[in-house]
């Protein structure tokens, strides 16, 4: 069964702009660079020819990627439920160890903004925020196998 990605269809109407604009004006641009090269003679130690086709292969790559993700993609509606926390909740925790409240914004993984405090539903703290009710008391597991308790403040 394949994997599913949950966006917005806002992240999914940027995702296939994004697919668009690579597959056929970046890939093109990289054909005319790769021809260009050639043009130049001698690939064996021609820098420029393989700098064109590193950066096709990423490009490549980047289309693969995008084309799985939205052929898997799950679309979340808009859901204005306050009551349990569900991807596109905003959600204020307090975390008793640092004394300090954060809120966090729950997203698919293809929209997860770490730096913005968006975070993937699939994320330790995403996974155990899913479903809790404020007030509730959630333990987040961490990768290297701690834990850490979280109490949900708010949810919006």
């Not at 806002?10 to 021809?35: D, F, H, M, P, S």
């Not at 292969?57 to 898997?72: C, V």
Request: proline residues 3%.
């Amino acid at each position: 069964m394949a994997e599913k990605f949950y966006m917005t269809s806002e992240a999914k109407a940027k995702a296939e702009e994004r697919l668009k604009y690579l597959t056929t004006v970046k890939r093109q641009e990289i054909i005319e660079r790769i021809q260009e090269a050639r043009s130049h003679g001698d690939l064996s130690e021609n820098a420029e020819y393989d700098a064109a086709r590193n950066e096709q292969a990423t490009n490549e790559g980047e289309i693969l990627e995008l084309s799985y993700q939205l052929k898997n993609a799950e679309v979340i509606e808009e859901n204005t439920d306050t009551t349990v926390v569900h991807i596109g909740s905003k959600v204020t925790v307090y975390d008793p160890d640092l004394e300090e409240c954060e809120t966090y914004t729950i997203r698919g993984t293809t929209e997860a903004d770490p730096m913005h405090n968006i975070i993937s539903n699939e994320s330790p703290v995403g996974r155990a925020l899913i479903g809790r009710k404020t007030g509730d008391k959630t333990k987040v597991l961490t990768p290297d196998g701690q834990s850490y308790e979280l109490e949900i403040r708010a949810i919006e």
